[in-house]
């Protein structure tokens, strides 16, 4: 994970990367202007089930999620405009060169929030490594 986020950080430098999930009223406004994303291990399955390699050879499933916020008077669209952008940092993680530990990096599925939380707005991505 940390590696992940290392990687993360060189591919979006402007933003915030954390492995501490927070909501937007516990994030400060200027973090949430440069854009954060937070790095979160959500399961891990798949293991091999034959002698001598049980409960190995898994996939770790995680998700990372990203939070912006905008001016108060922005238009919806502007939310999505910003969500794209985050969106296209994860396509660039998902392409980028990665160290060893997380070589089998795998974008799974991005949302975002569909212009309901203006002037806020976020993405969730699920990747499998």
């Not at 994303?37 to 049980?54: M, V």
């Not at 952008?85 to 997380?102: F, H, R, Y």
Request: charged share 20%; hydrophobic share 40%.
């Amino acid at each position: 994970m940390n590696a992940l986020k290392v990687q993360l950080q060189t591919v979006a430098p402007g933003r915030v990367v954390t492995r501490d999930l927070a909501d937007f009223a516990s994030r400060s406004n200027d973090d949430l202007k440069k854009g954060v994303y937070t790095l979160i291990a959500r399961s891990e399955n798949n293991y091999a089930n034959y002698p001598g390699r049980a409960g190995q050879l898994g996939k770790l499933s995680i998700f990372i999620v990203g939070q912006i916020k905008l001016t108060e008077n922005a238009m919806p669209s502007a939310v999505e405009d910003a969500e794209f952008n985050m969106i296209e940092e994860l396509k660039a993680l998902a392409q980028s060169i990665l160290p060893e530990i997380v070589s089998n990096l795998q974008l799974q599925s991005v949302r975002n929030s569909s212009q309901l939380e203006t002037p806020y707005g976020w993405v969730s991505s699920e990747w499998i490594i």
